[in-house]
């Protein structure tokens, strides 16, 4: 059976730098880490930070336009 990971997602809200938080994620016994996008050079860094701790990056939320579509009956045009 594969050893359970746990995963924590990075969240720009909190007063700490993002690799500041990374650390932090990877200090408090978590293994992986996801990303919300927010532009390019913003994703490596973090992704270099998070590789720098010893993470896994799990995901990376993806951009998307017309979000409010997924819970509202409504039509968005592409």
Same mark, same amino acid.
């Given at each position: 059976?594969?050893?359970?990971?746990? #995963?924590?997602?990075?969240?720009?809200?909190? #007063?700490?730098?993002?690799?500041?938080?990374?650390?932090?994620?990877?200090?408090?016994?978590?293994?992986?880490i996801f990303f919300s996008f927010t532009d390019r050079?913003?994703?490596?860094?973090?992704?270099n930070a998070a590789l720098k701790a010893g993470l896994?990056?799990?995901?990376?939320? %993806?951009?998307?336009?017309? #979000?409010? %579509?997924?819970?509202?009956?409504?039509?968005?045009? %592409?």
């Amino acid at each position: 059976m594969p050893k359970t990971k746990l #995963c924590l997602g990075l969240l720009s809200d909190f #007063c700490e730098d993002d690799e500041k938080q990374i650390f932090m994620i990877r200090d408090a016994g978590f293994n992986e880490i996801f990303f919300s996008f927010t532009d390019r050079e913003t994703l490596k860094k973090q992704t270099n930070a998070a590789l720098k701790a010893g993470l896994t990056v799990r995901s990376v939320h %993806a951009p998307y336009g017309g #979000c409010r %579509a997924l819970w509202e009956n409504v039509d968005v045009e %592409a």
